[in-house]
T-cell receptor, first 111, second 115 residues
Framework: EAGVTQSPTHLIKTRGQQATLRCSPI?????VYWYQQALGLGLQFLLW???????NRGNFPPRFSGRQFPNYSSELNVNALELEDSALYLC??????????FGPGTRLTVL | AQSVTQLDSHVSVSEGTPVLLRCNYS??????LFWYVQHPNKGLQLLLK??????LVKGINGFEAEFKKSETSFHLTKPSAHMSDAAEYFC?????????????FGTGTLLAVQP
């Protein structure tokens, strides 16, 4: 069974640009989660999507947004990039509440 | 509010010796607790989870954790460390109510295994 996949592996952007990160969940999983792992800040919950709807949101500004498609894949968009957005962005999926399976992450570098 | 505190940021052991990674939790309700492991440049892998069944939870790769309500602890142990255990370990608690799907991570413990 294929795991959670994320693309791209690495992404380099400059301040003010927009970044788009993609995630494909494990087949059959309807929930997708996004987490940010920034140096010195640890792993923080960003967003939770289920059945195409945003269900919960972490303490992040509105320029962090996303969506979930009918095939349950998801996209995370970060607008007006700032230097402190540089981080590893992890996507997870689940079928059962609380049991989340993580992808390898996208490393975003903002210059 | 739910939270977890990992008491050691770095732990170093010799191969073949026991591993103890400490975690205390804070929760107003009966929590769901997890340990995840992250190897360098890899995603997170679930080691084990506690969801109010048996207090001693066995996970993958010989790891186990014991839920102790009286001590609000959920320490991770392994009888004998292997070189491949070197990684960062995260103690995690789930949110409550409408946020049960939200995972709250500790700050992580970096485990080094010396030959």
């Amino acid at each position: 069974e294929a795991g959670v996949t994320q693309s791209p592996t690495h992404l380099i952007k400059t301040r003010g640009q927009q970044a788009t990160l993609r995630c494909s969940p494990i087949s059959g999983h309807t929930s997708v989660y996004w987490y940010q792992q920034a140096l010195g800040l640890g792993l923080q919950f960003l967003l939770w999507y289920d059945e195409g709807e945003e269900r919960n949101r972490g303490n992040f500004p509105p320029r962090f947004s996303g969506r979930q498609f009918p095939n349950y894949s998801s996209e995370l968009n970060v607008n007006a990039l700032e230097l402190e957005d540089s981080a590893l962005y992890l996507c997870a999926s689940s079928l059962v509440a609380n049991e989340q399976f993580f992808g390898p992450g996208t490393r975003l570098t903002v210059l | 509010a739910q939270s977890v505190t990992q008491l050691d940021s770095h732990v170093s052991v010799s191969e073949g010796t026991p591993v103890l990674l400490r975690c205390n939790y804070s929760s107003s309700y009966s929590p769901s607790l997890f340990w995840y492991v992250q190897h360098p440049n890899k995603g997170l892998q679930l080691l084990l989870k506690y969801t109010s069944a048996a207090t001693l939870v066995k996970g993958i790769n010989g790891f186990e954790a014991e839920f102790k309500k009286s001590e609000t602890s959920f320490h991770l142990t392994k009888p004998s460390a292997h070189m491949s255990d070197a990684a960062e370990y995260f103690c995690v608690v789930s949110g409550y109510g409408g946020a049960t799907n939200k995972l709250i991570f500790g700050t992580g413990t970096l485990l080094a295994v010396q030959p």
